[in-house]
């Protein structure tokens, strides 16, 4: 139930927001008559910029219908958020437009000013509106009495959840308890036990009972069941298998099977796959093509006055499916015999293997831009889990469990642990719990625009080093 709420107060933002835009762009554009500072003649169809702003709100829809656990409770930092993801789609169809149909008859100051004013009223709408709709719609009319069946432990672990959905039109109105009469008070009341369900649906007038834990075995199962269905409640069944398996589980539904796994995986959506690619090969391209031949030339010289050997460091690292692939770097150290166990020795601050130009590189990064090869080629992207050496895949692996799951995507030139601030040496397990932590959080919510926040911190971190950078 409340998720096809939440669903339709979504569709109606949509279609609210998208109405605002357009409704916005013709007032402004009826107001420059007397806006002497914007040149827009009569001549000018607008209709095309109106056709783009409408296709820009009904794509970025897509971010709106990501926060159906919490729109209807949006901050302004979610709001302001994600109007800029809205209007940033906006922006990529109407200068897509733009460049298409090379017009140049439309006032960029127009534009670049209704987008800003756009801006701030959908940093309005999205943290006002949702709470607006939920009030209108749910408030007094739509009340569902709810039941709630379970131990005392499971309500109070949802207590949370029962009050953000109260402004969706649930009203708790009793307790059931599996163990037996509670101790201590409880809200909503306690009325019974799990045999007193029935009545207490008829009683109190109940349009839905939430079970709070999977039914013990499927006599109790059946009971509860039997009793909503010849009372007319609705009944929710919440899963607490997470909680015995202490791991977050996600849902699956294939064809009529439901099934759990453990993460979502964006990346294995096809489209994501080429949105991602594109998004690799517009970076890697022009760095490979213009940066990176200035910087070998910059590098083979103060190699030759300072460190002589090879230009390149070239290692295997495990990558995407845990398949093996030759990672470049150039080379930052004094040049030595091959030596496995010395090159699985983390560098460390201070450390006397590297050359002072070579420690330049290193702390701003430069060292690893020969990579962008590796992301042409395909064997690794811009953004992803930073690749380890093999022998330290196996050790990290020891240390904590959930850690092959980076092999899900391919390793990346920059992370998501990265931009905030972990990289260097891993002096301590907890230094690599986090990695990882961020690491597994990045696969299961990857999308294009957290790429971009990632590339503009790791730029940020380039002009700007950290100080675990060495």
Same mark, same amino acid.
């Given at each position: 139930? /409340?998720?096809?709420?939440?669903?339709?107060?979504?569709?109606?933002?949509?279609?609210?927001?998208?109405?605002?835009?357009?409704?916005?762009?013709?007032?402004?554009?009826?107001?420059?008559?007397?806006?002497?500072? !914007? $040149?827009?003649?009569?001549? !000018?169809?607008?209709?095309?910029?109106?056709?783009?702003?409408?296709?820009?709100?009904?794509?970025?829809?897509? /971010?709106?219908?990501?926060?159906?656990?919490?729109? #209807? &409770?949006?901050?302004?930092?979610?709001?302001?958020?994600?109007?800029? &993801?809205?209007?940033?789609?906006?922006?990529?169809?109407?200068?897509?437009?733009? %460049?298409?149909?090379?017009?140049?008859?439309?006032?960029?100051?127009?534009?670049?000013?209704?987008?800003?004013?756009?801006?701030?009223?959908?940093? %309005?709408?999205?943290?006002?509106?949702?709470?607006?709709?939920?009030?209108? /719609?749910?408030? #007094?009319? =739509?009340?569902?009495?709810?039941?709630?069946?379970? =131990?005392?432990?499971?309500?109070?672990?949802?207590?949370?959840?029962?009050?953000?959905?109260?402004?969706?039109?649930?009203?708790?109105?009793?307790?059931?308890?599996? $163990?037996?009469?509670?101790?201590?008070?409880?809200?909503?009341? /306690?009325?019974?036990?799990?045999?007193?369900?029935?009545?207490?649906?008829?009683?109190?007038?109940?349009?839905?009972?939430?079970?709070?834990?999977?039914?013990?075995?499927?006599?109790?199962?059946?009971?509860?069941?039997?009793?909503?269905?010849? *009372?007319?409640?609705?009944?929710?069944?919440?899963?607490?298998?997470?909680?015995?398996?202490?791991?977050?589980?996600?849902?699956?539904?294939?064809?009529? #099977?439901?099934?759990?796994?453990?993460?979502?995986?964006?990346?294995?959506?096809?489209?994501?796959?080429?949105?991602?690619?594109?998004?690799? !090969?517009?970076?890697?391209?022009?760095?490979?093509?213009?940066?990176?031949?200035?910087?070998?030339?910059?590098?083979?010289?103060?190699?030759?006055?300072?460190?002589?050997?090879?230009?390149? #460091?070239?290692?295997?690292?495990?990558?995407?499916?845990?398949?093996?692939?030759?990672?470049?770097?150039? &080379?930052?150290?004094?040049?030595? *015999? =091959?030596?496995?166990?010395?090159?699985?020795?983390?560098?460390?601050?201070? $450390?006397?293997?590297?050359?002072?130009?070579?420690?330049?590189?290193? =702390?701003?990064?430069?060292?690893?831009?020969?990579? %962008?090869?590796?992301?042409?080629?395909?064997?690794?992207?811009?953004?992803?889990?930073?690749?380890?050496?093999?022998?330290?895949?196996?050790?990290?692996? *020891?240390?904590?469990?959930?850690?092959?799951?980076?092999?899900?995507?391919?390793?990346?030139?920059?992370?998501?642990?990265?931009? @905030?601030?972990?990289?260097?040496?891993?002096?301590?397990?907890?230094?690599?719990? @986090?990695?990882?932590?961020?690491?597994?959080?990045?696969?299961?919510?990857?999308?294009?625009?957290?790429?971009?926040?990632?590339?503009? *911190?790791? !730029?940020?971190?380039?002009?700007?080093?950290?100080?675990?950078?060495?």
């Amino acid at each position: 139930m /409340f998720v096809q709420r939440l669903r339709g107060l979504i569709n109606l933002h949509i279609l609210a927001t998208m109405g605002m835009a357009l409704g916005l762009m013709a007032g402004y554009a009826a107001l420059l008559p007397f806006l002497p500072y !914007i $040149d827009l003649t009569l001549t !000018i169809n607008l209709m095309p910029y109106y056709l783009c702003v409408a296709l820009g709100m009904m794509f970025s829809g897509r /971010f709106v219908q990501q926060l159906v656990g919490r729109f #209807h &409770r949006l901050t302004w930092a979610d709001a302001a958020w994600l109007a800029t &993801r809205q209007i940033g789609v906006v922006v990529l169809v109407v200068f897509a437009f733009m %460049f298409a149909f090379k017009d140049r008859s439309l006032s960029r100051l127009f534009m670049g000013t209704y987008l800003v004013v756009a801006w701030l009223a959908l940093i %309005f709408l999205n943290h006002t509106l949702p709470r607006m709709l939920s009030w209108l /719609f749910f408030e #007094h009319a =739509r009340r569902v009495p709810t039941l709630f069946v379970g =131990r005392l432990g499971s309500l109070e672990h949802l207590k949370g959840w029962l009050a953000t959905k109260e402004v969706l039109g649930l009203h708790p109105v009793g307790f059931l308890s599996l $163990d037996g009469a509670p101790a201590v008070a409880t809200m909503p009341p /306690f009325l019974g036990e799990l045999p007193d369900l029935g009545q207490r649906i008829e009683d109190t007038g109940a349009g839905q009972v939430v079970m709070l834990e999977i039914p013990r075995n499927q006599p109790e199962g059946r009971y509860v069941i039997e009793a909503c269905q010849n *009372k007319g409640a609705r009944l929710l069944i919440y899963s607490n298998l997470a909680e015995q398996l202490r791991h977050p589980l996600v849902t699956v539904n294939e064809e009529g #099977h439901q099934f759990y796994t453990l993460q979502e995986e964006p990346l294995e959506d096809p489209f994501n796959r080429i949105l991602k690619r594109s998004f690799d !090969i517009a970076i890697a391209l022009p760095v490979v093509m213009f940066f990176l031949p200035p910087l070998i030339v910059l590098v083979w010289l103060m190699q030759r006055l300072q460190a002589p050997g090879p230009l390149f #460091h070239v290692q295997e690292r495990t990558g995407y499916g845990h398949q093996l692939f030759r990672m470049h770097k150039l &080379r930052s150290m004094y040049a030595a *015999k =091959r030596d496995e166990s010395a090159e699985a020795q983390q560098a460390s601050k201070g $450390d006397a293997r590297i050359y002072p130009f070579g420690r330049f590189l290193r =702390r701003t990064s430069l060292d690893e831009f020969p990579q %962008f090869w590796d992301v042409l080629i395909g064997n690794m992207s811009a953004v992803g889990p930073r690749p380890h050496l093999p022998a330290h895949d196996e050790l990290f692996a *020891k240390q904590l469990s959930a850690y092959r799951t980076r092999f899900f995507v391919k390793p990346g030139i920059t992370g998501l642990a990265q931009s @905030k601030g972990f990289r260097g040496e891993i002096t301590e397990p907890a230094l690599l719990e @986090k990695r990882i932590e961020h690491d597994l959080d990045y696969i299961a919510n990857w999308s294009i625009w957290i790429d971009l926040v990632i590339t503009v *911190k790791t !730029i940020q971190q380039i002009l700007f080093p950290p100080k675990s950078a060495y």
